[in-house]
C-alpha cells in the first residue's frame, strides 16, 4: 500500500511540472507575438506618408514641407556636424522628397501655372527623372575633404548652398533641374528658434508636434514646381515607389527682389568709400586746422577780455559732450550711415585721431634722444589710427546687416526681405553655429563703439577746456607775481621737485603700464569667446566664426585698454592734485605760530604734516604765509585759484567715466542675475559682467575717494580762515592799528563767506562728491558686485 501511494505522488509532481513548463511556452510565445505584432504596427506608422504636402516654409529657392514623426525622432544637438554624421549612420527607412520643375503648356503660353488642380499637378510617369544620378549620389561616400568641411562649420554664414557635397543625405542635391533631399525616418533636425542668450531674432514658426522638417534648396525663384514625398530603405526603390506617387502636391517659390548679398556688397562698398573720403576730408582739406580746430562752439568758449572769465562748469562739458556722441554715431543709422560718418562723425572718430598724431609728433621732435615715452606715444598712436581705419568700415557694415536682421520688416518696401531669401536649412546652421558663439560677441560690441567715441569727444572737450584753462592761470599768476612775495614764493614753488606745481602736463604712463593695460584688453575681449570654447569643448579657433570673435576683440578689446590707461591717468592726476593741495595747506597754517590745540586741517593729515616737513627741509626754506597780513593773506587767494585752476582741468572726463562705469556696473549686474535666472545656467555675460565689475568698483572707489577728498580740503579752507580771525581778536594780545586790523578782519570773513558760496570744485551728475555719495555709490555697487 505504501508503495503504490508513492507511486501516485510521483506521478502528480511529474504532471504539475510538466503543466508549469507547458504555461510558461505559452506565456513566451504570446509575448513574442506581441512584440512583432508591435514591431509591424509601428514600421507600418512610420512608412506611412502624408496624405497631402502642405508648404511649412516658402522662400525663393526653396521649398520645406512637413513629414509624420511618430517615432519621436527630434534631435537638438550643439553642432550641425553631428546631426550630418547622425544621419549618414541611419540605414532605416527613408524620407524623400524630390521637386520636379513643370512644363505644363500653361507656362508656354504665358500662363502663370497657379492653378495647383488638373493638368498642373497630373501624375507623371517618371521617365524624365535622372534614376541612374539619383541612385549614384544615394551611394556617395564622403572623403576625407568633405568630412573636414563639416568638421570646421564652413557654412557660418556661407550661401544657402552649403557644403558643396554631392550627397542627399548631408544636403539638397540638384541635376538637370531637379532637386532632391534625403532624410531618415528616425532623425529629425527641427531646430526652428535660436538658442537661447545669442541675441538672434526669432524668424521662423516652430515645428508641430508630431512632424518633422524636409527641405528641398537650391530652386529657382519664381517657379512652380512638382513636390513627390516617397519613403524607402534603399535608393534601388526610389523609381518604383516615385512611380506609385504615394504624395504628390504642386508649390510655387517666390519672387526674387534685391539679394542679401547685393546689399551686403554694396553696403561694404560704401563703407570703404566712406572711410577713403573721411580721410581725405581731415587729412587734406583741414590739414592746416588740425591743431586748432574745435569740433563745436560750447557757451564757456567764447572770446573774452583779459578782465573776466566765466567759468567752466562740468554740467556743460557733460553736456556737450554728450551732443558730440549723438553725433557721432548717426554713422551707425541705416541706409544712409556711411554719409552720415563723413558729415558728423569723421570730425571727431578720424580728426581727433589725427590731431593726436600731430601733437605726439611735435612732442618727439621736441623732446631729448634718451626719452623713448614720446617716439612709443607717436607709434601707439599711429598704430591706433591704422587699425581704426581698416575696423570702421567693418563695423559700419555690421551696423547695417544687424539693420537688415532685426528690422526685416522696414526693408520689404525696397524689395528686400530676408526671411523671403533664407531657406530653413540656412537658419538651422545658423542656429548650430551661433551655440559656439556667444551673444555677447554678436551685438556686444556696440557699446565699445560707443565708449570709443565717448573718450574721443572727451578728449575734445578736453583739449578746448585745457586752453581756457591756460589762459586763466597765466593771467592769475601775473597777479600774483604783482604781489611784493608772490613773484619769489611762486617760483620756489615751482623749483621745487615734489609740489607740484608749475606747467608740469599730463600724469605719465610708463610702457610697463601701456602694455599691461593693452594685455588686459584682449584678453577682456577674448573673455566671451574662452568661455564659449571651455563650456562647449571647442577649439579656440572655430574656423568660419572666428571673424566675429575678432571684430569682438578688436573693438571691446582695444575701447578696454583705452579706458584702463585713461583711469590711471585720470587716478595719477587726481593724486597729484590731492599732493599739490597738500603742499598748499602746508603753507597757509603755521602750527608754531598758532596757539590752536588741534591742526585745523584734518582731511591728508598725514600728506599735509609731510608737506610741512619738505618745505622746511628743502634747500628754499620756504616759510608758511601769515594770513594776519594783507600782503600775504592777498599771496594765499591768488595761490588758491592757481591750484583750484589745475584741479578743474580732469573733472569734466573724471565726471563721465565715473557716471558712466555707475551705470554700466549697474546694468551688468542685473543682466547677468536676470540672464542667470532665465537661462538657468552661466553664459558668457555673467562671466564678463563678474570679471568687469571689480574693475569698475575699484575705479569709482579711488576717483570718488580722491575727489571727496579734494572737496573736504577745499571747505577745510572757511575754517581755517575764521581760526585766524578769532586768534587776531583774541585778549591780550598785541594789538594792531585799529583800521588795518578791522580792514584785515574784514577781508578774511568776506574770503571765508565766498568760499562757502561757490560751488563744489568736484561734482558728479551736479550731485556734490561727499562722504555720504561716495558711501552710496561704492556700497551699491559692491552689494551688486
Not at 554678436?442 to 563703439?449: A, K, S
Not at 599691461?516 to 570654447?533: A, K, R, S, Y
Not at 594770513?627 to 584741479?647: C, F, G, N, Q, Y
Not at 560751488?759 to 555709490?777: D, Y
Request: net charge positive.
Amino acid at each position: 500500500l505504501k508503495l503504490a501511494q508513492a507511486q501516485q505522488h510521483g506521478h502528480l509532481r511529474r504532471l504539475a511540472r510538466m503543466t508549469s513548463l507547458c504555461a510558461c511556452a505559452w506565456a513566451a510565445r504570446v509575448t513574442m507575438l506581441r512584440v512583432l505584432f508591435l514591431r509591424c504596427a509601428i514600421a507600418l506608422e512610420v512608412s506611412k506618408a502624408p496624405d497631402s504636402l502642405q508648404p511649412f516654409w516658402t522662400t525663393s529657392e526653396s521649398l520645406a514641407v512637413l513629414v509624420p514623426d511618430i517615432v519621436n525622432a527630434s534631435v537638438d544637438s550643439n553642432n550641425a556636424g553631428d546631426v550630418v554624421k547622425s544621419a549618414l549612420a541611419m540605414t532605416g527607412p527613408w524620407w524623400w522628397l524630390v521637386a520636379e520643375p513643370l512644363r505644363s503648356e500653361g507656362q508656354g503660353s504665358g500662363q502663370d501655372g497657379e492653378d495647383h488642380g488638373g493638368n498642373a499637378c497630373r501624375k507623371e510617369d517618371g521617365a524624365s527623372l535622372p534614376w541612374d544620378d539619383i541612385v549614384e549620389s544615394f551611394h556617395y561616400k564622403l572623403d576625407a575633404s568633405d568630412r573636414q568641411k563639416i568638421a570646421t562649420e564652413m557654412i557660418a554664414f556661407g550661401g544657402q548652398g552649403g557644403w558643396g557635397i554631392p550627397d542627399p543625405k548631408v544636403e539638397t542635391v540638384k541635376l538637370g533641374g531637379f532637386a532632391y533631399r534625403a532624410i531618415p525616418q528616425t532623425i529629425c533636425n527641427n531646430v526652428t528658434h535660436p538658442p537661447m542668450g545669442s541675441l538672434m531674432p526669432h524668424e521662423l514658426p516652430l515645428v508641430p508636434a508630431g512632424h518633422c522638417l524636409i527641405e528641398v534648396c537650391l530652386l529657382d525663384p519664381h517657379t512652380e514646381y512638382r513636390l513627390h514625398l516617397v519613403n524607402i530603405s534603399d535608393a534601388t526603390m526610389l523609381r518604383s515607389r516615385l512611380l506609385k506617387a504615394e504624395t504628390t502636391s504642386c508649390a510655387r517659390t517666390l519672387q526674387a527682389g534685391m539679394t542679401v548679398h547685393l546689399y551686403s556688397s554694396t553696403m561694404m562698398v560704401c563703407s570703404i568709400l566712406a572711410m577713403i573720403a573721411a580721410l581725405a576730408w581731415q587729412v587734406f582739406v583741414h590739414r592746416t586746422a588740425l591743431q586748432q580746430r574745435t569740433y563745436t562752439e560750447i557757451p564757456f568758449a567764447r572770446s573774452e577780455s583779459s578782465s573776466s572769465f566765466r567759468d567752466i562748469r562740468a554740467k556743460d562739458q557733460m553736456v556737450e559732450t554728450l551732443k558730440v556722441l549723438l553725433r557721432s554715431m548717426t554713422m551707425f543709422l541705416p541706409l544712409v550711415g556711411p554719409l552720415a560718418f563723413v558729415a558728423f562723425a569723421s570730425d571727431v572718430v578720424i580728426g581727433e585721431r589725427l590731431s593726436g598724431i600731430a601733437k605726439a609728433y611735435k612732442a618727439w621732435q621736441s623732446s631729448t634722444g634718451t626719452d623713448y615715452r614720446d617716439r612709443l606715444g607717436f607709434v601707439r598712436r599711429a598704430c591706433n589710427l591704422v587699425i581704426n581705419v581698416l575696423v570702421l568700415p567693418v563695423n559700419m557694415w555690421i551696423m547695417q546687416m544687424l539693420w537688415l536682421t532685426y528690422g526685416s520688416r522696414w526693408f520689404q518696401w525696397m524689395g528686400l526681405d530676408i526671411a523671403a531669401q533664407t531657406p530653413i536649412t540656412a537658419f538651422q546652421r545658423r542656429y548650430h553655429v551661433w551655440r559656439a558663439v556667444s551673444g555677447l560677441e554678436f551685438i556686444g560690441w556696440i557699446p565699445g563703439i560707443l565708449l570709443s567715441v565717448l573718450l574721443l569727444a572727451l578728449d575734445r572737450q578736453s583739449h578746448k577746456i585745457r586752453e581756457r584753462l591756460a589762459m586763466h592761470k597765466t593771467r592769475i599768476e601775473e597777479l600774483l607775481r604783482q604781489t611784493p612775495k608772490g613773484s619769489q614764493l611762486y617760483r620756489n614753488l615751482c623749483d621745487m621737485d615734489h609740489t607740484k606745481f608749475g606747467n608740469v602736463g599730463d600724469p605719465r604712463i610708463s610702457f610697463t603700464q601701456h602694455l599691461i593695460c593693452m594685455l588686459l584688453g584682449v584678453t577682456f575681449g577674448l573673455l566671451p569667446h574662452i568661455w564659449m570654447c571651455f563650456r562647449h569643448n571647442l577649439p579656440f579657433w572655430t574656423g568660419g566664426v572666428m571673424w566675429v570673435t575678432v571684430v569682438y576683440v578688436l573693438n571691446t578689446g582695444g575701447v578696454c585698454a583705452r579706458f584702463l590707461v585713461q583711469a590711471v591717468t585720470i587716478v595719477k592726476a587726481y593724486q597729484r592734485h590731492c599732493s599739490q593741495l597738500a603742499i598748499f595747506q602746508a603753507l597757509s597754517w603755521k602750527e608754531d605760530r598758532s596757539i590752536a590745540v588741534y591742526d585745523p586741517f584734518e582731511t591728508r593729515n598725514q600728506e599735509v604734516v609731510k608737506a610741512r616737513a619738505i618745505l622746511k627741509e628743502s634747500q628754499l626754506r620756504i616759510q608758511p604765509l601769515n594770513l594776519e597780513d594783507p600782503a600775504e593773506s592777498k599771496v594765499w587767494w591768488h595761490l588758491r585759484e592757481i591750484v583750484l585752476t589745475d584741479m578743474k582741468e580732469w573733472r569734466a572726463m573724471m565726471g563721465v567715466l565715473a557716471l558712466m562705469c555707475v551705470a554700466l556696473s549697474w546694468f551688468a549686474g542685473f543682466s547677468a542675475i536676470a540672464l542667470m535666472l532665465m537661462m538657468n545656467q552661466i553664459s558668457a555675460t555673467t562671466v564678463v559682467s563678474a570679471v568687469m565689475m571689480p574693475f569698475l568698483v575699484v575705479f569709482i572707489y579711488k576717483t570718488l575717494q580722491l575727489a571727496r577728498d579734494i572737496n573736504l580740503m577745499c571747505q577745510e579752507h572757511t575754517s581755517l580762515l575764521h581760526n585766524v580771525v578769532a586768534e587776531a581778536n583774541m585778549p591780550l594780545r598785541p594789538q594792531r592799528p585799529l583800521d588795518s586790523h578791522l580792514q584785515q578782519e574784514r577781508f578774511l570773513l568776506q574770503l571765508a563767506t565766498l568760499i562757502e558760496r561757490q560751488p563744489s570744485l568736484q561734482t558728479l551728475a551736479s550731485f556734490t562728491v561727499s562722504p555720504q555719495l561716495t558711501s552710496a555709490i561704492v556700497g551699491s555697487m559692491s552689494i551688486i558686485c
